[in-house]
């Protein structure tokens, strides 16, 4: 055993020991982590017993919010009576079968059948295996290319995040996968060229996909993955009736349609799958996470067509799954989850509060730093730029979405950074009032990062 020092607290246990997920090796080393100890509601303390309002929802995650006695009691239930079970084969237990039910319930069209995960990324893996799986025992092996879009995010994962495309992501000394994974643009309503309105951008967007389609090959294309809104690639808002425009073409060339509802399913934007409720569009395939247990467990699960599970029907195996697929735990946490969204109301709450979100936040765009706020409801973000009229990016060196989370974080309020975005989604249960607060903190947090800017000369 090793002479690890006993007296060392949180903080310095885990900068001793930890490697956390999409780190900054020198700010972490500057800073160390931000330790946190509790949560309730729409508030987190952290180990000096400070109190933040956290706008970030966990990661886009704690729907229902934090501290909830009926989601501890139903997880400490379900440990008691059965705390694991495998689902291989033929195993089953009653909350995975009783969640996947649910979900069957709240899903579009004939999105039936589910295959559990452990989170996102395995959700979009597994998606990914089903696409070949599908096409071969249709008499279409070739189809197994697969076609996402820039500034996407899918995960983590070997293949999820080959599949996605956010600028830094794929680093230089990593051989991502590459055979058979083709991007086309993402529907920036932004950053739209000289000219262009949603319209005319659409029908590029839908030009560009079939010319990729002819290109690869009607017959190789398998699947497109999207989200609804891409979320980590910066709160991207396509243009109207671009995704429906999108789902057609797939559909006309027996692509299958997947929609990566990680981040947008269950009530971030007011409705169960902002598929088919926003979007007009039935996928083939959705991929959930988070808001599915609000983080209370980790669980992912794809969810998809009667059309496919009856057509891999035979004497053949589907070889896929994880250990804590259909875990007895997470699923009876995603249960009783789901029963508080509904029990609550909270996705109409999420559209009422949405969109006071929406309207405090917009006020923002009156600051001279902030070039966009966009998004829909909880899923929003505020875009700082160096100069709003050409909207030029300020440089990543200046890492501005940092220091104004970190000029929020010492007010109080926890929002997160992605270049020079600040991403706002915080649990549905937030109010108007704690909106409120969250509204003029980043305004004083943007005010203050620009002025020092002023000061040192770079803006
Ligand atoms: N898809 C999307 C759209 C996401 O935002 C994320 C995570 N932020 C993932 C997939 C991956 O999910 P996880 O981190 O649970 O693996």
């Not at 029963?339 to 969109?355: N, Q, T």
Request: charged content about 25%; aromatic content about 8%; proline content about 5%.
């Amino acid at each position: 055993m090793k002479d690890t020092p006993k007296d060392l607290d949180p903080q310095q246990l885990d900068r001793r020991h930890l490697l956390h997920p999409w780190t900054h090796f020198d700010s972490f080393a500057a800073d160390g982590a931000l330790m946190l100890d509790r949560g309730e509601g729409c508030y987190v303390w952290d180990t000096a017993d400070r109190r933040y309002l956290d706008a970030v929802g966990g990661l886009w995650c704690t729907n229902i919010g934090l501290g909830r006695k009926e989601m501890a009691d139903a997880i400490a239930d379900q440990a008691l009576r059965l705390a694991f079970s495998n689902t291989f084969v033929d195993m089953g237990n009653t909350p995975s079968a009783k969640l996947a039910a649910k979900l069957a319930d709240l899903a579009p069209g004939d999105l039936n059948r589910v295959h559990f995960t452990t989170g996102g990324s395995t959700a979009i893996d597994s998606a990914y295996r089903m696409v070949a799986f599908y096409h071969r025992v249709m008499g279409r092996p070739e189809k197994t290319h697969v076609i996402a879009r820039d500034q996407s995010y899918h995960g983590a994962t070997y293949a999820s995040i080959s599949i996605g495309k956010r600028p830094g992501d794929k680093v230089p000394e990593f051989a991502y996968a590459q055979d058979g994974i083709h991007h086309v643009s993402a529907p920036d309503t932004y950053r739209m060229p000289d000219g262009f309105d949603e319209a005319v951008l659409s029908d590029r967007l839908v030009a560009e996909f079939e010319a990729k389609i002819k290109e690869i090959g009607t017959d190789r294309v398998g699947a497109f993955f999207a989200e609804p809104i891409q979320a980590s690639g910066g709160v991207v808002m396509p243009p109207d009736g671009y995704l429906k425009r999108m789902a057609d073409v797939c559909r006309k060339h027996d692509i299958l349609f997947i929609a990566d509802e990680v981040v947008t399913g269950f009530g971030r934007i007011g409705h169960w799958f902002a598929s088919e409720d926003v979007f007009d569009v039935t996928p083939d395939i959705i991929c959930c996470a988070k808001g599915l247990s609000s983080g209370y467990q980790p669980i992912g699960a794809v969810i998809f067509s009667d059309r496919i599970y009856n057509a891999m029907q035979g004497d053949r195996w589907y070889a896929s799954g994880y250990t804590y697929a259909g875990h007895p735990v997470a699923c009876a946490a995603a249960l009783k989850n789901i029963e508080i969204i509904e029990d609550e109301d909270l996705l109409h709450r999420a559209k009422r509060v949405g969109g006071y979100l929406e309207a405090r936040l917009g006020a923002l765009s009156d600051l001279p730093m902030v070039g966009d706020v966009r998004g829909r409801r909880l899923m929003m973000c505020v875009e700082s730029v160096a100069d709003k009229e050409t909207k030029t990016p300020l440089p990543d060196h200046l890492g501005v979405g940092k220091l104004i989370s970190n000029a929020a974080e010492a007010h109080g309020l926890l929002v997160r950074p992605i270049g020079a975005l600040n991403v706002i989604s915080p649990a549905l249960v937030i109010t108007e009032a704690e909106i409120d607060f969250m509204a003029e903190t980043l305004e004083v947090a943007i005010q203050e990062v620009a002025d020092d800017l002023v000061r040192n000369g770079e803006r």
